[in-house]
């Protein structure tokens, strides 16, 4: 047998379940059946019990099948077997879940009726079964973006308390795991849910995640809502200034400071889910350079799209309705802050891009000006050629719906675990963006330490050849690196450490290595 | 003019540094031959793939394309004979191949020290990409291999007991020494890493020798009987893993001179003119310093080739390796190494030792007792950074500064526990009393 067709073929211990995994495994299973035969309408009541024990029963599942995976074991790294088994290595239930999991936000998205959600009428199906949980907390029925939360929220906390488990030696690891699940816990679900309880006839405040930032947010700036802030008086205002601020200034600041991972893998619902339900999935990602091409141009093209679509949107309405700024003074706004970035980095950081990056940067640029060009021009009735509403549903169906869910989270098993943060998500893109030019964030390579065993590039979630870097012994600088710190957990000579430093000397190309020679390091480092 | 032929036998890290920086410096036609790969691979991380981390596509650096578009031209080939004169290799398929300026670059093979059945079915070290590849046939899981025994406690040594179980495989693992890598560690973290093995439930015999490997009546190996006590073990792989030496056996029919490796000087070449030899298999005429004449290392291989690139391309520079450094893994317990640390200090040396209460975590440090001249530091559990020692050593700190300034060298990750402190106390402790 050639090791280059794969040794994981072969059927060996590792992948075999200990009966105390399978027996977890089942009792996880038993909660979801509970939900899934509720979709049927079979009378599981009182629904408050029958609720209470799927949820139990999933996250009861998921702590004994931690404490029967890694608690016997010394601390370190748990990687063994991981491209032996069926479900971590493209095999038959990879391809079942993503089945399942693509199934899943389809009717999640397009086909909600199915589970229960009655346009007329009080719910049934899997969406009554947690209506009592919703009205606890909102005093409202749910819906089917309820019954998705809580999910997604017990995910996080179930497949957190995991990682937790696994990466129990590591304290980066553990801190930021404990700050995913703290800000689903309670700025993604039960903050909004509770603020909801405060609405009233007179007062009404959209449901607003604090930290879901525009542009991930992509319809924070939609007439209606951004009506509902304003009808709720300072409060509102103040929320809406927030969202203004968090896109402009907040984030800008702290991605100097500690790079893009602030928000990716501390903060960020998506990572939340990929950093914990989609661990057992980061090395199914593409390290190729022609994958790192298609993100380039894909996520790229998407913050372009992204801009576009919301400055339509927002134009539209303020160039018919009453409010505060005019359409004309808000288009002027946006081209003149994309000018000032755009002359910025052309000024001061043209060196640091790549040809491409620059030809890209130039292209979009001139794409937007002409768009509004065209629009003073008077040439179209409508706004940048196509209608403000089509740009906002088709962004929101292509992007927001199919990208992020059903290929995003839905193709874990096959793609890996962050498709969406590093294909599609235009937030990631800006930040990234801001920590390749303007921030105090990398990986830092020990000297001449690398053996190029590769566990950090496998292990890299963003398909980054950490490798290529690290074993020139250069420091890690990529927009797309979200900070895991798996790299560096994996690395196992010591070789990568996460850290912000003063911005001079951060990328430091080297030809030869330190431990040779130290003239010959002076002299073919500096004769480049 | 005509373009000058390098040819590099081996695509190890030696050769293939090489071979890189020649294509930056130069357009030489430069060609790579390989009977073990057709692309380079990491061998460090071979035990990766065993273990399931890792498949085998992720332990190359480079991708396939790579070689084509840098006009690194790849030969899969064994390479025979070596005739110096006509400037010619033979292959063991009988074609011939002619070279202007030739690296020898092939690596290590493992030792075998004669040991009665060492050529038997189910013996196996672990070197090579066919050793992996036997190794995976002979121990796929726990039925097939129900148990194996490992010779020689040295670096392979740890990480196939690593390896094999991570398949449930159980290991009985003799090391001659005293403690694990007792022949180069200190007792203090030789037996900090015993400790760890057996917690990893790894059967480990100290103070313990190979008489023969026994075998059944197909030559496959059914035991083996330890020389101390007699003791018959059954297992069905055995491990020999007691170091590597230099793969030059094909090199006796030519006129390259040989010791245990090929022989070279500061220069890095051989006996026989436009013949050099970088990495594991070349031998120093002349020692570096501490650095023993073979030595069969990652960076060590890397640097030799750096080095020769430059003199194949016109700048003539002699190998100078800077400050010894080195790094591995036992199990869970990473080690890095700056400087030099014995397993007993030198003549006029001195150490200070701390270890954590976890037992897991430690530093020895190395200095010279007259002038506190700081000589090196082993390092478990915690990460030190290469640059910050490299640069003490350069300058000849002492050791007081070098203990001053340990949280400026420190790598390990963000928010883990810094130790500074209590190592620090512990030093102006034992300063003390040592002035008493």
Redesign the interface.
């Known amino acids: ?4 067709v ?3 073929v ?5 992948e075999q379940l200990s009966v105390q995994q399978k027996l977890s495994t089942a009792l996880g299973l038993a909660g979801l059946l509970i939900m899934s035969l509720s979709v049927f309408n079979i009378g599981f009541q009182p629904k408050i019990l029958w609720l209470t024990l799927s949820l139990v029963f999933v996250a009861a599942g998921i702590i004994w099948y931690t404490k029967a995976s890694y608690t016997h074991k ?4 748990k ?7 069926s479900l971590t290595n493209r095999g038959f239930w990879a391809y079942i879940l993503g089945l399942v999991f693509t199934g899943f936000y389809i009717v999640l998205y397009f086909y909600p009726s199915l589970l229960g959600l009655n346009s007329e009428g009080a719910n049934t199906g899997v969406v009554a079964l947690f209506d009592p949980l919703s009205k606890a907390l909102s005093g409202n029925p749910a819906s089917q973006w309820f019954v998705y939360g809580t999910l997604y929220t017990l995910a996080i906390l179930g497949f957190g308390f995991k990682f937790l488990w696994k990466y129990r ?4 690891q553990r ?1 930021r795991t404990f700050s995913v699940m703290f800000f689903q816990l309670g700025f993604a679900f039960i903050i909004p849910e509770v603020m909801a309880r405060l609405n009233g006839d007179d007062f009404s405040l959209p449901y607003y995640n604090l930290v879901n930032i525009w542009p991930l947010n992509y319809y924070n700036f939609e007439q209606y809502r951004v009506d509902e802030f304003i009808s709720a008086g300072t409060v509102g205002i103040g929320l809406l200034i927030f969202g203004v601020l968090s896109i402009l200034v907040i984030t800008p600041i702290l991605t100097y400071k500690y790079g893009k991972r602030w928000y990716c893998s501390w903060v960020c619902g998506c990572g939340g889910l990929a950093e914990t339900a989609g661990d057992p999935f980061r090395h199914l990602s593409d390290k ?2 022609n994958a790192w091409k298609l993100e380039r141009w894909l996520v790229h093209s998407i913050v372009v799209f992204i801009v576009i679509s919301t400055t339509a949107v927002v134009y539209s309405y303020l160039r018919y309705d009453d409010y505060w700024l005019s359409g004309t003074a808000f288009l002027i706004s946006v081209a003149s802050l994309l000018t000032v970035v755009f002359a910025w980095v052309m000024v001061y950081k043209r060196q640091e891009l790549q040809k491409d990056a620059k030809y890209a940067a130039i292209g979009f640029f001139v794409l937007i000006l002409a768009l509004i060009g065209l629009h003073f021009s008077g040439m179209s009735n409508n706004i940048f050629i196509l209608e403000a509403e089509t740009l906002r549903s088709s962004y929101a169906f292509a992007v927001g719906a199919m990208f992020s869910g059903v290929v995003g989270v839905g193709f874990y098993p096959i793609f890996g675990n962050r498709v969406w943060c590093r294909f599609g998500c235009p937030m990631a893109a800006i930040l990234g963006f801001q920590q390749r030019l303007f921030s105090k964030f990398r990986i ?1 390579t ?4 690398c ?5 950090c ?2 292990y890299c979630e963003m398909g980054i050849d950490v ?2 870097y690290a ?1 020139k012994g250069e420091n890690i600088v990529r927009s797309s690196c979200v900070g895991c ?1 798996i790299c ?3 690395c ?3 070789v990568l ?3 912000n430093d003063t911005p001079a000397g951060r990328i430091n190309s080297k ?11 002076d002299l ?1 480092n500096q004769n480049k | 003019m005509k373009q000058e032929h390098i040819v590099i036998i081996g695509n190890g890290i030696s050769g293939v540094t090489l071979a890189r920086h020649i294509r930056k410096l130069s357009d030489k036609r430069i060609t790579i031959i390989s009977s073990e790969s057709e692309h380079f691979f990491s061998r460090t991380a071979l035990m990766y793939v065993y273990m399931g981390h890792m498949k085998w596509n992720h332990l190359k650096p480079y991708e396939d394309k790579f070689w084509a578009k840098n006009r690194l031209e790849l030969k899969q080939a064994h390479v025979k004979h070596v005739d110096t004169q006509q400037k010619q290799l033979t292959f063991e398929s009988g074609e011939r191949f002619a070279y202007d300026r030739l690296v020898i670059a092939c690596g290590s093979k493992y030792n075998k020290f004669g040991w009665p059945g060492q050529d038997a079915k189910g013996v196996i070290g672990l070197v090579n990409k066919q050793d992996l590849e036997e190794l995976e046939e002979l121990a796929p899981n726990n039925k097939a291999c129900k148990r194996a025994v490992i010779i020689g406690g040295g670096l392979i040594g740890v990480e196939l007991a690593e390896m094999l179980s991570t398949r449930n495989i159980p290991v009985t693992f003799l090391v001659r020494e005293k403690h694990f890598w007792n022949n180069v560690l200190p007792a203090e973290e030789a037996q900090l890493i015993d400790r760890h093995i057996r917690e990893h439930h790894i059967d480990l015999r100290l103070n313990t020798n190979l008489e023969e490997i026994l075998t059944d009546d197909n030559g496959k190996v059914k035991s083996v009987k330890i020389k101390e006590t007699g003791e018959i073990l059954d297992c069905d792989l055995v491990g020999l893993t007691p170091g590597v030496s230099p793969n030059v056996d094909f090199l006796n029919s030519s006129s390259i001179e040989l010791n245990r490796g090929v022989l070279v000087n500061r220069m890095l070449e051989t006996s026989e003119p436009d013949v050099y030899a970088i990495g594991d298999c070349a031998e120093q005429r002349e020692p570096i310093w501490n650095r023993p004449p073979v030595e069969a290392v990652w960076y060590t291989g890397r640097m030799m080739g750096e080095t020769l690139a430059q003199t194949l391309c016109g700048n003539t520079m002699e190998y100078k390796p800077g400050h010894w450094f080195n790094s591995a893994k036992f199990f869970d317990i990473e080690y890095q190494t700056y400087g030099w640390v014995f397993p007993k200090p030198k003549e006029g040396h001195t150490d200070f030792y701390w270890e954590h209460e976890d037992g897991k975590k430690c530093i020895h440090i190395h200095y010279e007792k007259e002038s506190q001249q700081f000589i090196g530091i082993n390092t478990f559990g915690i990460r030190l950074r290469h640059e910050v020692f490299d640069h003490w050593l350069t300058k000849n700190a002492t050791v007081d500064e070098v203990i001053e300034n340990l949280g400026k060298a420190n790598f390990d990750p963000e928010f883990f526990k810094n130790y500074e402190n209590q190592i620090q106390n512990k030093f102006k402790e034992e300063s003390k009393t040592k002035a008493i």
Do not use: W
Not at chain 1, 10 to 14: C, I, L, M
Not at chain 1, 169 to 172: A, G, K, L, Q
Not at chain 1, 446 to 449: A, D, F, H, M, R
């Open positions: 047998m050639s090791a280059d794969n040794m994981s072969t059927g060996n211990a590792p010394p601390e370190g790294i990687n063994d077997g991981v491209y032996f088994k030696h590591n304290s980066y801190l190729s350079q830092t020990n000297g001449g330490q053996i190029s065993c590769g566990n590039s496998t490798r290529a074993q710190g560096a957990s994996v196992p000579r010591g450490k996460l850290e030809e030869i290595l330190l431990g040779n020679d130290v003239d010959l390091m073919v």
